[in-house]
């Protein structure tokens, strides 16, 4: 899997923007680091659930995605439909543990 490097931006429940740069080698991965960090980080308020948008834009040749909370969590919670995926997803999981 080839790491891209993205910046990664959604606001807080205060409607402030945060952004953050990360290395990722699929979407959700850019979405899973990016929660992680967002939630360790104190000056960041609570990130909402549900339609809250989280928008990823892929350097190099940019493109930029739009991946709602709630539709991370479903997919994450999903059946996979690879073993690759299987692997990504408890990865994934275990990123956002940490925190719990």
Not at 3 to 20: G, Y
Not at 43 to 70: L, S, Y
Request: charged share 35%; glycine share 4%.
């Amino acid at each position: 899997m080839t790491l891209k490097t993205c910046k990664v931006s959604c606001f807080d429940l205060k409607q402030v923007e945060h952004i953050v740069e990360v290395s990722a080698g699929s979407v959700y991965e850019a979405v899973a680091q990016t929660l992680r960090i967002f939630r360790d980080n104190e000056w960041v308020d609570e990130i909402g659930h549900g339609q809250t948008p989280i928008v990823v834009k892929v350097e190099h040749r940019e493109i930029e995605h739009t991946v709602r909370v709630r539709d991370f969590e479903r997919w994450l919670e999903g059946s996979p439909r690879s073993p690759a995926e299987m692997i990504l997803k408890n990865r994934l999981r275990e990123l956002l543990a940490e925190d719990k």
